[in-house]
């Protein structure tokens, strides 16, 4: 008996210019830090005000137009909807966790660390959402985890309903990351298909405004 991969899935990843990190990490060193489990975030969306936020803005608005083009989206745009910053210090990590109201989630990875980005998804062979709960399949086959490692210079983006978590960060020196969330704007849907609807869900903007 041989296995096979299937049903195999992708994220995005973007190598980001250092003028655009060192502005972030820039930032960071600014702003102002509040508690959040186990770790230290911005407060929702200050990082706007910093004049920072226009290089590093850019950049992220060029990632989702790349996404949008390469999943074919239709809609108007992918639109910004929150940013902040993550710090983690010496033993910190981030739980398990999901964005809620978003459809999309990215992070840029500013600092060096031995902690990495794990995400888990049901396998295949786990019971589908709302049926009982059969307790013959270990864990092991039920979920599929993947690690990504810390990257200075790195960004990714993936679905924002992918549940995800940090391990902990053992290094002296915190480590920084700015995560993000987006949208769809505009007109969604395909207007000459009958099974599709057009709606208008944000007004597409810059994400400066």
Known sequence: MKQKDFLRNNIFEFSVPDEVTQAAITMLEKAEWVENHENYITPHNTLRTHPEFITVGRCLEGALQEVKEELELQCDGLTLTQIWGNKAEKGQSHHIHTHMNSWLHGVIFLTHSDASTHFLTNSIWAPPPGTP???FLPSTHAEIHEEYRTTPGKMIIFPASLAHAVSPHS??????SIGFNAFPSGTLGDPTCLRS????VLKPKSIFE
């Open 133 to 135: 709960m059969l307790d």
């Open 197 to 200: 609807s057009s709606i208008m």
């Open 171 to 176: 290094f002296e020196q915190p480590r920084l």
